[in-house]
Antibody
């Protein structure tokens, strides 16, 4: 079964750093892009960026460029999303999802279960 | 960046009724790059439709997608109790964007 399992919920203070993870299993981790999606409380989905674990090629949404860092460790089939200095406005649910390219088609599937990040003083 | 607009924002219907959800793009989108997702409260999104009209594995045939260019539609032919949720369209052009979502709730 293709699966993405994310790290657990985090509670942090403004200014702190954080790295959350997304571990893939059931498929060749290095052959598919992994994307990150933010969902702020009560809001919609926002694409943050994607990474290709095979060579660490990374693309960011202009809205998130410079705000977060996406990385991957292919030796342990894990992708990461990190912040160097959190803000209260980073409070959200963060999802990872496999970006599948099949012929002319592309889609996000499956999705991880989500990691809730709460930033509060 | 391509902006997706979904309408209506909320659709109030009864089980057994037909739901028609619209997704409009600010510029033309390749049908191959248009997908629909369902999200229930407390759950991650789930892929329903890719390529504008192809159902993902395990998706019931009451869900169908259509459209091209700038106008796309998700239709649920007869609403089941488990279909009340939020639905998002998503496109991939030079970047990825999601629509703001349509909530289908029980009338």
């Amino acid at each position: 079964e293709v699966q993405l399992v994310q790290s657990g919920a985090e509670v942090k203070k403004p200014g702190e750093s954080l790295k959350i993870s997304c571990k893939g299993s059931g498929y060749s981790f290095t052959s598919y892009w992994i994307g990150w999606v933010r969902q702020m409380p009560g809001k919609g989905l926002e694409w943050m960026g994607i990474i290709y674990p095979g060579d660490s090629d990374t693309r960011y949404s202009p809205s998130f460029q410079g705000q977060v860092t996406i990385s991957a460790d292919k030796s342990i089939s894990t992708a990461y999303l990190q912040w160097s200095s959190l803000k209260a406005s980073d409070t959200a649910m963060y999802y990872c999802a496999r970006w599948t390219i099949y012929g002319d088609y592309v889609w996000f599937d499956p999705w991880g279960q989500g990691t809730l990040v709460t930033v509060s003083s | 960046e391509i902006v997706l607009t979904q309408s209506p924002g909320t659709l109030s219907l009864s089980p057994g009724e037909r739901a028609t959800l619209s997704c409009r793009a600010s510029q033309s989108v390749s049908s191959s790059y248009l997908a629909w997702y369902q999200q229930k409260p407390g759950q991650a999104p789930r892929l329903l439709i890719y390529g504008a009209s192809s159902r993902a594995t395990g998706i019931p045939d009451r869900f169908s997608g259509s459209g091209s260019g700038t106008d796309f539609t998700l239709t649920i032919s007869r609403l089941e109790p488990e279909d009340f949720a939020v639905y998002y369209c998503q496109q991939y052009g030079s970047s990825v964007t999601f629509g703001p979502g349509t909530k289908v709730d029980i009338k």
